[in-house]
């Protein structure tokens, strides 16, 4: 019996991480590059939004051309930055983040970026 209490205390508290972790909802996500709007001459694409606090990772999204009637899926991963680097080919897409932990999560913020074919090989 002594060793079961114990045991049953560790199994309690495990369980009770969820209840520990920030609520999220009501929280943003500040996008910073690209701008909604931006052209890039480059097919890399620099993807940065501000950290969110008790935020433990973040859903990452791409799109072509927008949300509303998606054509493809480019992206759709969890990641633990706050700056992801992505190769896209020229078009127009549609980027989103939402921040998350394990019980909650933000509402996704987006922008619509533009690629353009680089037009000399400095410009990659």
């Known amino acids: 019996m002594k060793t079961l209490i114990p045991l049953l205390a560790v199994i309690l508290l495990s369980g009770c991480t969820d209840l520990l972790e920030e609520d999220l909802d009501g929280v943003g996500v500040v996008l910073l590059t690209p701008q909604d709007g931006d052209t890039i001459t480059s097919n890399v694409v620099t993807f940065k939004w501000e950290t969110v606090p008790f935020a433990t990772e973040y859903l990452f999204q791409v799109v072509k051309p927008d ?47 533009v690629v353009e074919a680089a037009s000399t090989l400095s410009d990659l």
């Not at 998606?70 to 992505?86: E, G, K, M, N, R």
């Open 67 to 113: 949300f509303n009637a998606p054509q493809l899926y480019l992206a759709d991963s969890t990641v633990d930055s706050s700056t992801l680097i992505y190769p896209l080919p020229p078009g127009t897409y549609s980027w989103r983040v939402r921040g998350q932990n394990g019980s909650s999560h933000t509402s996704f913020y987006q922008r619509t970026v």
